[in-house]
């Protein structure tokens, strides 16, 4: 892994938010949202220094841009979004522990994680977001606030499970947020819509207007039913 420091933002004690694509892209979708909507500037990239495949575009190949940014504004740092994630264990490690030195050097007082919910439940296009915490202790705090908490025991594999375990490992608080999903196979911009709606319950802050995914998750369900 490679990472580029691009800018040195003047925060202090942000919340960081940080996920990558995963099933039903529901983690970039939900990165990709947060950036756009809020103007957030690029201040770091991780990079890969080996690609994990190629393009082939018929007849010749074209590497692929395995990169990612971290962004900031105001008292908020967002991670991850676009494409892909590393597949390889060592350069998952390294970009977690990238991360956890960037909240560390900007003393982050919390992390957010999110993703897809793998569900067979029938939710109507209402779909939940289940919560897990690094500690009981704060899961308890959370669950006076009236929100749905994971319901089993369960593995969370990739970059935005394994962020947690970093951020308890550190002593950084963290929560992974995870929509309902019952197809991983295709966008599910439902599951980022709620997920979107409970971080804003959280954290007090308005996140942007979602008419726009709201449109998008509605061309889905339409071609669907065509």
């Known amino acids: 892994m490679e990472f580029i420091q691009n ?29 756009k909507s809020l103007k957030s500037k690029s201040f770091r990239t991780a990079k890969l220094s080996f690609p994990t495949y190629v393009i082939d575009n018929g007849g010749h190949i074209d590497l692929p841009n395995e990169s990612w940014e971290y962004k900031y504004t105001d008292d908020l740092i967002i991670f991850g979004g ?59 705090q959370i669950e006076r606030l009236g929100v ?3 319901p089993q025991k369960s593995l969370i594999t990739g970059f935005n499970g394994l962020i947690l375990g970093f951020a308890k490992k550190y002593g950084i608080q963290g929560m992974g947020m995870y929509g309902e999903l019952n197809n991983p196979e295709i966008p599910q911009y439902r599951a980022a819509i709620s997920i979107i709606k409970t971080i ?23 071609k669907f039913k065509n």
């Open 7 to 35: 800018e040195e933002p003047e925060i202090k004690k942000p919340i960081i938010i940080a996920a990558m694509q995963d099933m039903g892209n529901v983690g970039s979708i939900v990165i990709n949202f947060i950036n």
């Open 82 to 140: 676009g494409n892909g994630q590393p597949q390889n264990n060592d350069e998952l490690n390294l970009l977690c522990q990238d991360v956890i030195n960037v909240a560390k050097k900007y003393s982050a007082k919390f992390i957010y994680t999110l993703g897809g919910f793998h569900t067979n439940r029938i939710f109507n296009n209402e779909p939940k977001t289940y919560i897990t915490t690094t500690s009981i202790e704060l899961t308890k």
């Open 148 to 150: 749905d908490m994971t």
């Open 200 to 222: 804003e319950k959280l954290t007090y802050r308005k996140l942007g207007n979602t008419t726009e995914l709201e449109i998008l998750a509605q061309d889905i369900e339409n």
